[in-house]
């Protein structure tokens, strides 16, 4: 829907103000304490909170947040997401049978004590992963690895981190499901599946052999890249958790895509091609978890592995995946107890290694649900146990018991009322269906629990404030501003790629998109417009643009987010912000100008040589 074009008010200036404030917490969350209440404004809550404050105003009406919904101009929202979260599912529950982690220890077997070899290895499987899957999974399996990694073989993290972060977000242009942000001016543009692969696959690998180049210069020395180093001892084998599952994932995935490429002659809509083969997953792993012992539905306080590398025994620094992710939890246990008002905390017995059991203690520390509920589950075959806890070693059978609070925590009279008791049953009545449904289907629990539902209300509330931006005026500004940039297809390449880039820093790279394709889309901008090629270099450098600007800062991406939540984790601190920075604008100028000058080359080779 295109709005008239409507004069700045005092409702303008609010939206703005709004949208502005969304980004900043979705960068950095805070969370507020009332009492025993926790209000934790983050990625999940600040956007509908954001658009439930402007309709409130009455800055903006229903219209608009069915317009968010439903979508205007060719993006369709709804679409989108169910396209994200199928090939998210399909890719989660490969990486649940340890086959990237196979191809991780294949890859260090492979480069033996060699650091060079081993620095080139993970940097062509780190762009193989992104390429074929998404640079979230890079994110959330690559960084877990490659930090045991370079602590076992004695090496700083540096170059192999900066290296994988690089490659996850340059090789998701190579295709239309790489990133959510391709997806977005795909689906505005109905730009088929192998429309985009055909522009995209040539700036992709030049980008890809431009950064290695620069990152080859960069850490040439010793200090980053020893010549000899001491590789992991395990056997991949020992890591692939279920062999069978990891071929028909992989047989899943691979056949998505080559029906992705024959239906895109017919436009199919991709998202109907994606969520069948989803669908597919899915029940091959219902069937997993069917065919496990009947039993298991009564004893929930069985041993469940968590899905982690096979570490050696002198190893302390993996004590999770990424189930530590805040991006990547669900509501669980933790909202139970914190509607009941229970203070909840850990205390860890060593001697029988029972861990985390709530107390009624409020000066203990929190315990997060997402680790109690984050395990992988599929069973191990004669390759060995994968299974790893917090301090323990793999010859250890730790047992793992996590108790309710409802159950079994202590409590003052003077706090439970009548009706906190009431809600007291009912809670535990939706915690005990919780976990049997995490004893009875572990898998699919494991692989909901990993899938970033964060993205679900954030993407929605994005997708309507910028329609709250276009309805009150904001963006026929911005598509005047961006209209400068309209002289020629060079001019309009180079600008693209540069502004978008530089508003990743500011928006992230999601808001970013959706609110860039608003602006291209906008009669203020395309009145500027007078050719073709013009247009094509708006559309290829917004989409270069949205995936090089996660290489400049952490807050550039969802994925930098993430990434450096899990460097923070796993006690890395060696890439601070500002070091992180320092780095990338090394990296970061050679690819994006590389990226520019092939991109030009094709508008040209296509529409005017």
């Known amino acids: 829907m295109v709005y008239q074009d409507r004069d700045l008010d005092a409702y303008s200036y609010v939206t703005l103000a709004i949208f502005l404030l969304v980004i900043i917490l979705v960068i950095r969350p805070v969370k507020i304490r009332i009492g025993r209440i926790k209000i934790y404004l983050n990625i999940s809550t600040v956007p509908p909170l954001g658009v439930l404050i402007l309709l409130l105003s009455q800055a903006i009406d229903m219209n608009i947040i069915k317009n968010g919904f439903l979508g205007t101009i060719g993006v369709k929202p709804w679409a989108v997401l169910i396209l994200f979260y199928s090939l998210a599912y399909i890719c989660i529950s490969l990486d649940m049978t340890g086959v990237f982690q196979f191809c991780a220890f ?73 990133n959510p942000t391709n997806v977005v001016v795909s689906e505005a543009y109905n730009i088929s599946f192998i429309t985009y692969s055909a522009w995209m696959l040539l700036p992709t690998v030049v980008c890809i052999l431009l950064a290695y180049i620069v990152l080859r210069i960069i850490f040439h020395s010793d200090y980053y890249l020893p010549r000899h180093i001491q590789p992991p001892e395990e056997e991949p084998r020992s890591v692939l958790i279920d062999p069978h599952g990891a071929v028909f994932g992989i047989a899943v995935l691979a ?203 954030f993407s929605f509330g994005m997708f309507i404030l910028v329609e709250a931006l276009a309805y009150v005026g904001w963006v026929g500004i911005f598509a005047t501003a961006m209209s400068v940039f309209a002289k020629n297809y060079v001019t309009a390449v180079f600008g693209m790629v540069f502004v978008s880039i530089l508003a990743c820093q500011i928006l992230n790279n999601l808001p970013m998109t959706i609110l860039f394709t608003q602006i291209i889309q906008h009669k203020n901008f395309t009145s500027h417009v007078t050719s073709e090629a013009t247009m094509q270099g708006f559309l290829l450098g917004l989409i270069a643009g949205s995936n090089l600007g996660a290489c400049l800062t952490y807050v550039g991406s969802l994925a930098g987010i993430m990434f450096e939540h899990i460097l923070k984790t796993k006690s890395i601190y060696i890439l601070g912000y500002f070091q992180f920075l320092k780095w990338n604008l090394i990296i970061l100028p050679v690819i994006a100008t590389g990226v520019c000058a092939v991109i030009i080359g094709e508008i040209w080779f296509i529409y005017l040589r």
């Open 106 to 178: 294949w890859v260090s077997k492979k480069a033996g004590n060699r650091g060079m070899l081993a620095f080139t290895l993970f940097f062509i499987l780190t762009t193989l992963m992104s390429g074929l899957a998404s640079n979230d999974v890079v994110i959330l399996t690559g960084t877990v690895f490659l930090a045991y990694f370079t602590k076992v073989s004695d090496i700083r993290p540096t170059a192999f981190l900066m290296s994988e972060f690089t490659t996850a977000n340059i090789a998701s242009m190579a295709l239309y499901i790489g």
């Open 255 to 457: 056949l998505c895509l080559l029906t992705l490429v024959g239906t895109s002659f017919a436009h199919v809509p991709v998202w109907m091609v994606t969520l069948p083969f989803a669908v597919v997953m899915f029940l091959r792993d219902l069937r997993y978890d069917l065919r496990q012992p009947l039993k298991r539905m009564f004893n929930v306080g069985k041993r469940i592995p968590k899905m982690m590398l096979a570490t050696s025994t002198k190893d302390d620094l993996l004590v999770s995946e990424a189930q530590e992710i805040q991006l990547d939890t669900i509501y669980g246990m933790s909202t139970v107890q914190s509607m009941l008002g229970a203070s909840k905390s850990a205390t860890y017995n060593k001697s029988d290694t029972e861990v985390p059991v709530a107390t009624g203690s409020r000066d203990a520390p929190e315990v997060d649900i997402s680790e109690a509920y984050s395990s992988s589950t599929r069973k191990q075959g004669d390759a060995g146990t994968i299974v790893i806890e917090a301090e323990e070693s793999l010859n250890q059978e730790p047992q793992m018991r996590y108790r309710s609070t409802v159950v079994d925590a202590p409590y003052s009279p003077t706090i439970l009322t009548e009706n906190s008791e009431q809600s007291k049953k009912k809670f535990s009545l939706l915690y005990r269906g919780l976990r049997w449904f995490k004893t009875r289907f572990p898998t699919i629990h494991a692989i909901c629990v990993r899938l970033p539902w964060s993205i679900l209300p």
